[in-house]
């Protein structure tokens, strides 16, 4: 039997070195999911062991943000976690990554991550959903056009062969992803974050951004960040459609 999402226990994987962001990300998840800090279960994947354990008594998995961390590097926990999300995928497990965890599920199953300087993208901005994302039982209830906030300069460049895309826009394509018959998606854009969190995220991470060492501009990117109604929900609907009704 389905548990009742006071019941549910999620894991949740941070790749982070500052203490400080390391809490403040865990924080942002319970917001936005809803989850009681006892549902909640966090393993770093810089300090904990990556092993089949992680997936084991929970009922869902989100992979959040990494801010010094590349996806298209490899570290020497990389291959561990991609095992890792290849088990959760033969389980079944409902699994979750925020845009550097949206980049890292792309890279696990064969797709191709770049850093592209040109195609940054930072502020608040509009995405719009595919014809896969209207029907998808997850987006279905987003408008076709819906803004979101962004902060990345790294980005999916090919798809995964077992992937569907269902969100883009004209900067970035593969905003949001599926892979095909699993509840497992990404988000490019920061699902986990609300235009106060993504303001700190910003001053926290602004010497990693090239756009950002200009005034101008980081003035420019703090200025666009706005409310973001429909992403504001989408973790906490994640939990209910995949691990408290187990919609396929």
């Not at 999402?5 to 865990?26: A, C, K, S, T």
């Not at 490899?74 to 550097?100: A, K, N, S």
């Amino acid at each position: 039997m389905a548990p009742s999402f006071e019941d549910l226990r999620v894991r949740l994987i941070q790749i982070r070195l500052e203490p400080h962001v390391e809490h403040e990300e865990q924080e942002t998840f319970l917001k936005r999911t809803l989850l009681r800090r006892d549902q909640l279960l966090v393993t770093n994947a810089i300090r904990d062991p990556l092993t089949p354990d992680v997936a084991e008594g929970v009922d869902a998995i989100l992979i959040g943000g990494a801010g010094a961390f590349s996806v298209t590097r490899t570290y020497m926990w990389t291959q561990d976690l991609i095992d890792l999300v290849h088990h959760i995928y033969d389980r079944g497990t409902p699994l979750f990554g925020c845009c550097w965890g949206h980049q890292f599920i792309a890279r696990a199953f064969g797709g191709e991550v770049v850093n592209d300087l040109d195609r940054s993208e930072m502020g608040c901005g509009a995405v719009q959903l595919t014809d896969a994302g209207l029907s998808d039982p997850l987006f279905s209830f987003f408008p076709k056009t819906f803004k979101a906030n962004m902060g990345h300069q790294d980005r999916v460049a090919v798809l995964p062969d077992n992937a569907v895309e269902l969100a883009s826009n004209d900067v970035a394509p593969y905003q949001a992803i599926r892979i095909e018959d699993k509840p497992i998606y990404g988000t490019q854009f920061h699902s986990e974050l609300d235009a106060e969190a993504e303001h700190s995220r910003i001053i926290e991470y602004r010497h990693h951004y090239p756009l950002l060492t200009d005034e101008e501009n980081f003035q420019r990117v703090v200025a666009s960040l706005e409310p973001t109604t429909e992403v504001d929900t989408l973790l906490n609907r994640f939990l209910q459609t995949f691990a408290v009704r187990g919609t396929a």
